[in-house]
C-alpha cells in the first residue's frame, strides 16, 4: 500500500537510448515532483506539476520530458541518454495544506 | 554554488548518547527548514521541520535548533538509537509550501549498540 511508487526501480541502459520511468501516489496530492540525486548526493528539484500542469522546470536539458496523464501520475521520459544522466531519480508529491514532501523509493538509472 | 550545506559526510555515536547534525545556508531568503531521514533504497522520510520564526522546534527525541543570524541549523537525536542510522538531508525553501527544497548533501549516522 505504498503511497508513492515508481517503477523500475533500477534501469540499466546504453548510452543514445530512450527510456521511462512512471511514478503513481495515492495520497490524493495535487502537486508532484521529480528530483535528481547526483553522484555528490545532492538532491536537486527538476520539475513540479500541480494538477497535470507543469509549473517548476528547473533549466533540465529538452531530453528530459514529463508527462502528467493525470494529478496521481508524473511519468519521466528522458531521450538520448547521456552517461552524465546516470543518478537515482525520486518522484514526490505533496498536498495542497502540507509541507512534507512524500518520496517514493527512487529509480537507479545506469547509462553504459 | 551549494546553497545547503552539510559538511560531515559522517558520524558515528553510541547508542544512548546525543547525536548532532549540523547544517548551514547562504542564501538568507530561506523560511523554512526541514530534515530529511533516508534509509537504502528509499526514499527520503520527513523527520522534523521548522520555521524562520522559530529557533527550536522538538518532536520527541528528535530537536531542531536555528540560528539565523550564523545561517545554521542543527537535528538533535537523544537518545540515539541503532534503528536511527541512516543518511540525514537537510533542506531548506522559500516559503512553506513549495514543495521546491534545496537539500544538502547528507550526514550519515551510525549509531552503534
Known amino acids: 500500500d505504498t503511497a508513492v511508487s515508481q517503477t523500475p526501480k533500477y534501469l540499466v541502459t546504453q548510452m543514445g537510448n530512450d527510456k521511462s520511468i512512471k511514478c503513481e501516489q495515492n495520497l490524493g496530492h495535487d502537486t508532484m515532483y521529480w528530483y535528481k540525486q547526483d553522484s555528490k548526493k545532492f538532491l536537486k528539484i527538476m520539475f513540479s506539476?500541480?494538477?497535470?500542469?507543469?509549473?517548476i522546470n528547473e533549466t533540465v536539458p529538452n531530453r528530459f520530458s514529463p508527462k502528467s496523464p493525470d494529478k496521481a501520475h508524473l511519468n519521466l521520459h528522458i531521450n538520448s541518454l547521456e552517461l552524465g544522466d546516470s543518478a537515482v531519480y525520486f518522484c514526490?508529491?505533496?498536498?495542497?495544506?502540507?509541507?512534507?514532501?512524500?518520496f517514493g523509493s527512487g529509480t537507479q538509472l545506469s547509462v553504459l | 554554488d551549494q546553497q545547503v550545506k552539510q559538511n560531515s559526510p559522517s558520524l558515528s555515536v553510541q547508542e544512548g548518547r546525543i547525536s548532532i547534525l549540523n547544517c548551514d545556508y547562504t542564501n538568507s531568503m530561506f523560511d523554512y527548514f526541514l530534515w530529511y531521514k533516508k534509509y537504502p533504497a528509499e526514499g527520503p522520510t520527513f523527520l522534523i521541520s521548522?520555521?524562520?520564526?522559530?529557533d527550536k522546534n522538538e518532536d520527541g527525541r528528535f530537536t531542531v535548533f536555528l540560528n539565523k543570524s550564523a545561517k545554521h541549523l542543527s537535528l538533535h537525536i537523544v537518545p540515539s538509537q541503532p534503528g536511527d542510522s541512516a543518511v540525514y538531508f537537510c533542506?531548506?525553501?522559500?516559503?512553506?509550501?513549495?514543495?521546491?527544497?534545496?537539500f544538502g548533501q547528507g550526514t550519515t549516522l551510525q549509531v552503534k549498540p
Open positions: 533542506a531548506a525553501s522559500v516559503g512553506r509550501n513549495t514543495g521546491k527544497l534545496i
Open positions: 506539476y500541480n494538477n497535470k500542469e507543469l509549473i
Open positions: 521548522i520555521s524562520s520564526i522559530k
Open positions: 514526490a508529491s505533496v498536498g495542497l495544506e502540507d509541507e512534507k514532501l512524500f
